[in-house]
Antibody
């Protein structure tokens, strides 16, 4: 079954760190660029980060640059998001998403909720 | 980065036609594809229009997409509205100068 499954979310205090994982199955993981997209409660979609298929390049949204790190392990079919110096406004559901050949997000995980408390 | 601006909300009656706009703040709307997603409450976004005007096979032909260079905007049009079309709709493009993905703020469609 083609799917992405996120894990690692939870409640964390402001200033702390958290690592999210996204396990992929059913497709050739190493062939696709992957993204993290988040959605704060009641708000719209916000792009967080992108990593190329081979991990050679990473790009970040302005609100997370310097605090978050995207990485992947193609041998484990797993995508990661290391989040540090967390802020209350990082509270959101975090989705991993696959960028398909037609350049849009053609596969999304169910998301994992990160709640940052003050 | 450029921005994509959508109306916060739109509404129309069942059976009618509604169009949601997505206006690019700088650069040319035609320079990078615009994609449209639907997100029902509590659900994951799903594609309804890709690459400006391509409709995936699973999406009803009541959904169509277009771009207009004079207004620097992309449009999602839904005809023959049904109550099940009530959702949030997001446009999305890509800024190749920064390699950033850009989302519009989303539009809440109410069918009443």
């Amino acid at each position: 079954q083609v799917q992405l499954v996120e894990s690692g979310g939870g409640v964390v205090q402001a200033g702390k760190s958290l690592r999210l994982s996204c396990a992929a199955s059913g497709f050739t993981f190493s062939s696709y660029g992957l993204h993290w997209v988040r959605q704060a409660p009641g708000k719209g979609l916000e792009w967080v980060a992108l990593i190329w298929y081979d991990g050679s390049n990473e790009y970040y949204g302005d609100s997370v640059k310097g605090r978050f790190t995207i990485s992947r392990d193609n041998s484990k079919n797993t995508l990661y998001l290391q989040m540090s110096s967390l802020r209350v406004d990082d509270t959101a559901v975090y989705y991993c998403a696959r960028r398909g050949s037609a350049s849009y997000f053609d596969l999304w995980g169910r998301g994992t909720l990160v709640s940052v408390s003050s | 980065n450029f921005m994509l601006t959508q109306p916060h909300s739109v509404s129309a009656s069942p059976g009618k036609t509604v169009t949601i706009s997505c206006t690019r703040s700088s650069g040319t709307i035609a320079s990078k594809y615009v994609h449209w997603y639907r997100q029902r409450p509590g659900s994951v976004p799903t594609i309804v229009i890709s690459e400006d005007d391509q409709r995936p096979s699973a999406v009803p032909d009541r959904f169509s997409g277009s771009i207009d260079t004079s207004s620097n905007s992309a449009f999602l049009t839904i005809s023959g509205l049904k109550t099940e079309d009530e959702s949030d709709y997001y446009c999305q493009s890509f800024d190749s100068s920064t390699n950033h993905v850009i989302f519009g703020g989303g539009t809440k469609l109410t069918v009443l």
